[in-house]
């Protein structure tokens, strides 16, 4: 600590066939090298073209680079092997002790030359010598990438004092550099919300007011025979649905998820999940879904008791197993592609037997008390009798077709999420660091409004038009966002990604299957909730005889 080094040599390597190969293909294919100081990441300083004297940090070094040499056309690859640390740190002046702060590299490409014989680390280069103050700034005679050729690899350290105090060495890594387009995002989702708000505002003040007062002062049940919309289908709109199970289970998965995303979020909002606790986040996400599972089995064991359902047990199952296994079962697919692949990034099996202890002993067990307890509590009551005999359905106008009404709920909650999206794409894809949790945080209560009054505003719209069956639409009509998501990730692997494997490009789309699967089951539920209320309220406040 603190005692510059100059020019010390690691090792030098003769270069076969094979070895050339490899190191061309990862030079092409642009891999970095990624090292770690005291919990930092290397990172490579390089100056920002728009403002004089500002960096912005690249995560590692390149293993090398393409290039030609001048007056030649062919292109030639070129390694990294000298490499010029800077660490800095900071003194606390009363305790007399320093502490790391940065740690910064400056790669070159050097053809090494030596005298004599190759004596490992006493050998004495003649491209640079701490004796005679040579030393290494810039990659002038670079060296080649060739079977046969040896290369030798060197370094420098450098220690500097800095100001930055040991509190706040990660801000530097997390300098946002562009939130007026975070702004730009959240003014542009807020105008969505108000659009809606105002929207389900009048349906609820004016529409809904006046037919309710009219509908309460009719004397005669002649009368309201001759009623159209929403009143009319008051006998069915509580009937349960076709496939009410699955319904149950999507329900309580959503409940899962969003009582994950919630707690989640808060942590980080208020800082405890920063990214120089390495994997805090996925960390936390995960023993949190784990133990979500209470409100899972609880909320979709109410909903099922609900519809008349007595297999508790069936349900609490379906709801424990179908999210996670399907997730579990494409990321074991991906993993055994990566493992194929003889990567280092692949789970590690000791891994996958923990997250499968997690599930099967702590995550499962939770889901069938929560359904126990669910189940125990007495049912909800509807605020309108049901009748025997299901009411025809007239037909409905075509903007009315299921179908396009769906796809139609799903364009507002995304238009509301979708620049963050990009920046969380950038993040996850371009080793980025995303620590605006701030920013996503009230993304996430507009994705939260959004998706709740585009599902009542279609809702009211479907019943008004005497359509009763809107269990499954109110969920599908904002979890529809979900399609669009998976359309937007698609469109920013062609256009942002510069991805040529198969296998990256599987990882990819599998990936972000999982994503948009998760954002379904999360949307869905708020949109079913929203409306779930919003009928209840509705039919609650009319007199029927």
Known sequence: MREPQMCQIVCKISV?????????????????????LDNLPLVVPIQRVDQEGAYFYQHGFHVGAKGQYSGSKEEKYFIHNHLSFTVKYHRDELRDVSRIVAFEVKPYSVKHEYEGQWKDKKTRLTTCDPHAKRIIT???????????????FTYDVDFKESDIKWASRWDSYLLMTDDQIHWFSIVNS???????SGMVAMIM????YRDISKYNQLETQEEAQEETGWKLVHGDVFRPPGNSDWLCVYVGTGVQFFGMMLVTMVFAVLGFLSPSNRGGLMTAMLLLWVFMGLLAGYSSSRLYKLFKGSEWKNIALRTAFTFPGSVFAIFFFLNILIW?????????FTTMFALVLLWFGISVPLVFVGSFLGFKKPSIEDPVKTNKIPRQVPEQAWYMNPIFSILIG??????????????ILTSIWLHQFYYIFGFLFLVFLILIVTCAEISIVLCYFQLCSEDYLWWWRSYLTSGSSALYLFLYATFYFFTKLEITKFVSAVLYFGYMLIASYSFFALT????FYACFMFTRLIYSSVKIE
């Open 16 to 36: 076969g066939d094979k070895e050339a190969k490899v190191l061309k293909e990862k030079i092409e294919d642009e891999y970095r090298v990624n090292m770690i």
């Open 138 to 152: 810039s990659s002038d005679s670079p060296q080649e990438v060739e079977a046969g050729k040896d290369i030798v």
């Open 190 to 196: 807020l105008m969505i919300v108000l659009f809606l």
């Open 205 to 208: 003040l004016r529409t809904l």
């Open 340 to 348: 194929g692949q003889k990567s280092s990034g692949a789970v590690p």
């Open 410 to 423: 799903g364009i507002l909650p995304f238009g509301a999420v979708f620049i963050e999206l990009f920046f």
């Open 524 to 527: 869905g539920t708020i949109g």
